[in-house]
């Protein structure tokens, strides 16, 4: 990678987090800590607001940018396959935001880079989600995204029924379905959801805050310890 490449893409990760180690970035980076510790140095020399300090951490000030760069061809390949591998999969809102916003990226393209993006022999199967679920989702990624509590009826795996309140934190995508994670209120305790076995699904006026042990990075590590959690009961 170019050097400054490489100073482009360290500007990118820190916009990205409120607080990086010269650690995490020299992984990202694939360098040693000692050239991110120089590099953050020259950046800042040359007036980037970058703030922190060895052993610490490192955040950009709020308010700076960056002029537009143009995408490679390899950035622009990756856009086109992420767009076709996820827009069947997607709720339609979603993804006719996502084919919108492609579609304004490879007009902007050099030719020779536009060309190689639209012809990239990567697709997906034409696999669907039902109109129902895809209703749920996109209810449900809004709630997520707005701490909004939710109550649905549900089905488990053997059909037993049951009405749950519980806190929306994300929603996941398997191989064949969509699920939701979220903080049960009946079960005090995280639960995975299938979104094609949720009934009467609604939104509550309640907003919830972030508490400790109900939390979605809280959620993530006890995916990564013991496996995904238990679905409906």
């Keep these: 990678m170019r050097r400054a490449d490489r100073l482009f893409r360290l500007v990118q990760l820190l ?5 990086s180690t010269a650690a995490w970035l020299a992984d990202k ?7 991110v510790y120089r590099d953050i140095a020259d950046l800042q020399c040359q007036g980037v607001p970058i703030e922190g300090e060895a052993g610490v ?7 700076f940018d960056l002029p537009p760069l143009m995408f490679t061809t390899l950035e622009a390949q990756a856009l086109v396959a992420a767009v076709r591998l996820a827009q069947t999969r997607l709720d339609r809102t979603l993804a006719g935001a996502a084919e919108d916003a492609l579609a304004k990226i490879v007009a902007v ?4 880079a536009r060309t190689a993006a639209e012809a990239l022999p990567v697709f997906a199967a034409p696999w669907t989600v039902d109109a129902e679920t895809g209703e ?7 709630a997520a995204a707005a701490r909004r509590r939710i109550r649905f009826d549900y089905a ?14 994300a929603c996941f995508h398997w191989e ?7 903080w049960c209120e009946e079960r005090e305790a995280f639960r ?8 009467a699904l609604e939104v509550l006026a309640a907003v919830f805050r972030d508490e400790p042990g109900r939390t979605l990075p809280e959620f993530l590590r006890s995916v990564k310890g013991q496996g995904m959690p238990r679905r409906g009961p």
């Design 192 to 199: 995975s959801f299938r979104l094609d076995r949720m009934r």
């Design 29 to 35: 980076l694939e360098v040693s800590a000692r050239t």
């Design 15 to 19: 916009r990205g987090r409120r607080l």
């Design 109 to 112: 393209l050099p030719p020779a």
């Design 136 to 142: 749920r989702l996109r209810l449900l990624r809004d």
């Design 156 to 169: 488990d795996a053997q059909g037993v029924p049951s009405t749950r309140s519980a806190r929306p934190l």
């Design 57 to 63: 951490g490192y955040r950009l000030r709020a308010g």
């Design 176 to 182: 064949s379905a969509w699920t939701l994670a979220a």
